[in-house]
């Protein structure tokens, strides 16, 4: 079933395949796919498994680029598939695999759970400053305190910057990126109390010290989340906290 | 296989389930809770709402003004009861998630912001910019976290329920990862599993809306009710019908045709003024805007694109600033997916299938006729959409609804005995594990899956004739006859989306049967479900009743009707625009002569 208009061109895509429990080693596998130029990379993949290979496994949902469910490498470079179109990578065959530094469970699945882990020991949620009833109704707060974490709360959890990163490539327990961006979306709410909670949860060696401040998350965020920028601001409260704690012991910054 | 004792199980972790399960462990903390996604919950669906919430906050806006626009916005099919115990808790669910960190849009002083919706007189939605369920599911997700009591089971796709003794006892689950199979024993489910939309070939809905608890549930006798009411959100990429959110009206964009005109006003929504006024134009309901676009395409005043006819959504009079701060998730997607800068210039749009007004039959306390078993959120049907939904409804709906659930849910557990483990789920697994090994006839899926999308679409669409729903229902059953002898590409455990997504297309075809024959035998007009064979009218004499689609196994279901709970609106003419307000003053005067009936006492108990 094609969303998209009449195919008129034809382009390759190389698939990578891999299933652990019997294959040795993962291979590439070329398909043929007719695209228009609407088709995104997702909808060529959806094509192959429509009409050409049922068994090739992907994950994927919406479409439209919010449940970060696509995320996969295109021609080195981790994207997500749904809103990275064929036409433009048309100039000879796509090259598409799962994301880096990620195990794989299957073809161009990924295994989430790990980073799901790490999203939930940072205490991603709001542990209030001034506990109220909601019968009390909303708290107070004014778009200039909102600027302060709206950005870091667009995260998808697509894990492209997690694929991107060097350094979790290099040390898999890293923090990484994304669950930093969470962190920093809490710790800059202004309704929020929970600040030691999480800088204690990130002053250790896979801690915020891990990043090497290469920076490529946010130049592969796919909603200018800016993760880099979060590192960094934590980078600056972990070492205040930890200058804080060492000449007045018990002192909460 | 591997057995899970739970007092609670939910199947499904999206904006209901999480409302659900958090409210089951604040409401009962002694009690275990299974919470079952075939996705991570941040996948669900519920991160695709873009608009907003509805909850009554403004002085000049009251719990009635919402009660009315909701009842006659359904066109007088909604549980009235229900309606008002759902407007009455809207507020209250949206400061929840207000204090659960959900970054609502504000005003200067730090207050709460409300935008205009479609059908809404007064403002009334919180939006948090154009990503409102995304930042729901995102807070609900992240809050649930804290609640060691909730034991995820991610990616576990559920392929049957477990019903002894008259009761709803558990669940059999699928793990993705594995292909390994879990029975899960509960005192108590909740399904809170989403809509059905991908039964129709051109819609908004992610890929995983595929109807899978309304299945379950119809398959071991709940009746589904009202499922010919399919919403047409009519402002949608065309093609892709990626969704175009209705606050793009809500902040003032105007739909033009082909000349250029704002069409509406042809359609009795005018008078067409600078600023659309809340119920007029632009600010319609969904159903009459997109049976708008249908008249506009017959009469040659669409667009064309290269993925066919469309209309034209105009922002540019809003400038680019208020552009980017209110609708910055559009302005992506026209860039990304139509290579449009929204803010110069106007996106092609047109109707696509968004929402399922119907699904499980439950009352206001969320509870299907089946003993332990709950439904809220899109799968369910409580009442409160009546005909026609209105936007900024229904993430209201999954919150409100939710915490019942899960409440009503974690009470009931505690009042019910264990669970019986019984052959039941051997049974279930053997029969997807048949599915999976079947030689069949070598026909795959995927064909069967793109046929029933068109034959739907067709039969079941804008504008529906007795013939065409016809041809629809046969097309069904024989894709249903096709489907028994699939054969599967891929026959290995692990990750096997072949396999999934065939199940899927089984509990789609179930839900799309009970869809067209629920819309074949309602022989009237009404909100969403508009004929064009003879039946033009309302017919409240015969019809302003619920349907109810009975699962008949391997035969058609059969329909029967259920009464409307009327409270306090007595039908009267659903009106628009001008139109609209000469109605409401009318409606109100006969209101004034008849006196308010008393509100049912099982309320009071919610």
């Known amino acids: 079933m094609s969303d998209t208009t009449i195919p ?73 598939a749904c809103n990275t179109f064929v036409r433009d990578l048309a100039a000879s065959a796509v090259i598409i695999e799962p994301l880096q530094n990620f195990p794989i469970e299957r073809d161009l699945v990924v295994t989430v759970g790990d980073f799901v882990k790490k999203i939930e020991s940072i205490y991603p949620y709001i542990i209030p400053k001034v506990p109220k009833p909601v019968e009390d109704g909303a708290y107070l707060q004014t778009p200039a305190q909102m600027v302060a974490y709206e950005s870091f709360s667009d995260c998808i959890n697509c894990m492209l910057c997690y694929a991107a990163c060097p ?42 010290w891990a990043c090497t401040a290469v920076g490529v998350c946010s130049e592969v965020c796919p909603k200018q989340v800016d993760p880099a920028n979060a590192i960094n601001q934590n980078k600056t409260n972990s070492a205040l906290d930890f200058f804080l704690h060492a000449v007045r012991p018990g002192a909460q910054s | 296989m591997d057995h899970f004792d739970t007092d609670v199980l939910i199947l499904g972790a999206g904006g209901a389930g999480l409302r659900a399960a958090i409210a089951a462990a604040e409401s009962a903390p002694d009690l275990t809770i299974a919470l079952v996604s075939k996705v991570y919950p941040m996948r669900s669906h519920t991160v695709a709402a873009e608009g907003g919430s509805a909850g009554v906050v403004q002085s000049h806006d009251s719990l009635d003004n919402h009660f009315n626009d909701t009842v006659s916005g359904g066109d007088w099919l909604c549980e009235q009861d229900v309606v008002e115990y759902f407007v ?182 005018g008078p067409a003024e600078a600023k659309p006024r809340n119920k007029y134009m632009e600010l319609g309901p969904r159903d009459r805007l997109s049976q708008a676009f249908w008249h506009e395409q017959r009469k040659g005043h669409t667009v064309t694109t290269p993925q066919g006819d469309a209309v034209l959504l105009d922002m540019r009079h809003l400038g680019p600033a208020k552009i980017r701060e209110r609708l910055p998730l559009i302005v992506d997607l026209a860039r990304e997916f139509m290579g449009i800068d929204a803010t110069v210039t106007p996106i092609p749009v047109r109707p696509a299938v968004h929402y399922t007004m119907g699904g499980i039959l439950v009352d206001i306390h969320t509870a299907a006729p089946l003993a332990g078993l709950f439904a809220a959120g899109e799968c369910s049907s409580v009442g409160i959409h009546g005909a026609n939904r209105l936007g900024s409804n229904s993430l209201a709906e999954l919150s409100v609804f939710g915490r019942v659930a899960g409440e009503q849910a974690a ?29 069949g006839s070598g026909e795959h899926h995927a064909a069967l899956r793109a046929e029933m999308g068109a034959s739907m679409e067709r039969g079941c669409g804008i504008y529906r004739l007795g013939t065409e729903m016809q041809e629809t229902c046969d097309t069904l059953a024989e894709l249903r ?126």
């Open chain 1, 8 to 80: 008129s061109k034809v382009i390759e895509l190389r698939v990578l395949r891999y299933r652990p429990a019997s294959d040795r080693e993962p291979v590439f596998v070329s398909y043929r796919v007719a695209y228009s130029d609407d088709m995104s990379v997702l909808q060529a993949l959806q094509s192959i498994k429509d009409t050409q290979d049922g068994s090739l496994s992907f994950r994927w949902s919406c479409r439209m680029a919010v449940c970060g469910s696509c995320g996969m490498m295109i021609n080195g470079e981790p994207k997500l």
């Open chain 1, 167 to 208: 350094q979790f490539g290099a040390n898999p327990d890293f923090i990484g990126p994304g669950a930093m961006a969470l962190l920093q979306r809490y710790n800059g709410d202004s309704r929020d109390g929970g600040r030691q909670f999480r800088l204690d949860q990130i002053h250790g060696e896979d801690g915020v």
């Open chain 2, 88 to 269: 009455a808790h809207c507020t209250r669910e949206m400061v929840q998630l207000e204090h659960w960190g959900c970054p609502w849009s504000r005003k200067p002083d730090g207050q709460i912001n409300v935008r205009a919706f479609g059908g809404m007189k007064i403002e009334r939605t919180w939006f948090a910019a154009d990503r409102s369920g995304f930042h729901i599911l995102h807070t609900l997700f992240q809050t649930s976290t804290k609640f060691p009591a909730i034991r995820r089971f991610d990616e576990h796709f559920c392929v049957d329920l477990l019903v002894d003794d008259g009761r709803a006892q558990g669940a059999v689950v699928l793990s993705l990862s594995t292909g390994e199979f879990t029975a899960i024993h509960a005192r108590a489910v909740v399904i809170a599993t989403g809509g059905a939309g991908r039964v129709f070939r051109q819609n908004t809905n992610g890929g995983i809306v595929t109807g899978d608890g309304m299945a379950l549930a119809y398959r071991h006798g709940v009746p589904l009710r009202d499922m010919e009411f399919v919403q047409y959100h009519p402002t949608c990429l065309p093609g892709t019908g990626i969704l175009i959110t209705e606050a793009c009206r809500g902040e003032g964009a105007f739909l033009l045709n082909n000349e250029g005109n704002r069409y509406l006003q042809d359609y009795g929504l």
């Open chain 2, 411 to 439: 009470e009931f557990a505690r009042g019910s005995s264990a669970p019986r483990r019984s052959d039941q789920a051997a049974a279930a697994e053997a029969s997807a594990l048949a599915l999976l090994n079947q030689k």
């Open chain 2, 481 to 606: 006859q096709r489907y028994a002898g699939i054969t599967l590409q891929d026959k290995s455990h692990a990750w096997n989306t072949d396999w999934v997504t065939a199940i899927e297309l089984g509990f789609q075809l179930d839900v799309a049967q009970a869809m067209a024959h629920s819309a074949l035998a309602r022989t009237e007009s009404r909100g969403a479900h508009q004929r064009l064979d003879g039946n033009e009218q309302r017919d409240d004499v015969n019809f302003l009743q619920h349907s109810l689609a009975h699962y008949q196994g391997t035969a058609a279901p059969t329909i029967t009707y259920a009464p409307v709970t009327i409270t306090k609106s007595q039908p009267g003419q659903r009106a628009y625009g001008a139109a609209g307000e000469h109605e409401e003053d009318a409606h109100k005067e006969a209101a004034s002569r008849v006196g308010h009936p008393p509100i049912p006492k099982d309320i009071a108990h919610v």
